[in-house]
Structure formats: C-alpha cells, structure tokens
C-alpha cells in the first residue's frame, strides 16, 4: 500500500511575519494531521489574511463582529480519489497578537491554528464539553509531535 499523498496550496493577501512557518513546515503540519487520522490522499487550501478580510469573513459566515485567528470551510468532496477538505483562513496578525498575549511564540501559536483549523475540517468541533476535549486532546498529541507543548497550559 502506497502513503497517502496530500497537497496543501497555500496563497496569502499580507506578507509573511517573521518567525511563521514557511511552506515546508505548513505543508509537515497538515501531513502530520491527516496522516495520524489515517487520511486518504486528500487537498486543501491555506489562506492568511489581513484582517480586514478575516472581518468581512466573520462576519458574513459566521455573523460575528472582529477578525478571529482561523476560519474553516469544510467542502468534503470527492475527486478520482481524491478528498477535497475544504479552506483554511488564518489571520496572521491575530495569531501574533493571541502569541503574545499567551506568552507563546508567533510560530508555535501559528501551527496550532493551522493545526486546529485542519482538525474542523475534518469535522471536529469544540461546541459541547466532551467535543472539546476531544478536539483539545487530539491538537495536544499532534503539536507535541511537532516539538509544541500543550497549547492550553
């Protein structure tokens, strides 16, 4: 049986911080995520945004005010074998923001968004307690995997 193989395109409207994760490392991240859940080959997009477009986003699917870190769009297709997950949004400036509130570090605080906004695509959701602490458990085991200690200490 061949590995999975999945692709990750990623395209931006801001520039990159210093200290985000490039291509290579987002694309490590996403992989480490699909294939610890046993996905199949499987596509998705990354978007990092300003946040005056994490706004206009926000507010037009999810009716909330603000720019927010990360935004998922589940599209769960599938082509010639291939599973189309969906959309990844990640509000750089947000993430920075949230990092230094939280005393962690930009590219740390990056990865776990990335990571936690692939998780929802995957139909994850931390709605109720017990979804939660499915989802919080799950993103704590993966980060840990890419050298990121838990996320909620």
């Not at 990571?115 to 993103?139: F, I, N, P, S």
């Amino acid at each position: 049986m061949t590995s999975p193989r999945h692709q990750v395109e990623i395209s931006r409207t801001v520039e990159a911080l210093d200290e985000e994760p490039d291509e290579p490392a987002i694309v490590q991240a996403v992989e480490l995520v699909l294939n610890s859940l046993e996905r199949p080959n499987s596509e998705l997009s990354l978007r990092l945004v300003s946040e005056k477009e994490m706004v206009e986003l926000n507010n037009t699917y999810r009716s909330k005010e603000g720019a927010t870190n990360v935004l998922s769009f589940p599209a769960d297709i599938q082509i010639e074998q291939v599973d189309i997950l969906g959309d990844v949004v990640i509000c750089p400036s947000v993430v920075a923001k949230e990092a230094n509130d939280f005393g962690k570090t930009y590219a740390d605080r990056f990865r776990h968004m990335l990571v936690h906004g692939v998780l929802h695509l995957l139909g994850y959701d931390h709605m109720e307690d017990q979804e939660r602490e499915r989802m919080e458990t799950l993103e704590i085991r993966l980060l840990s995997q890419l050298g990121i200690e838990n996320p909620y200490e």
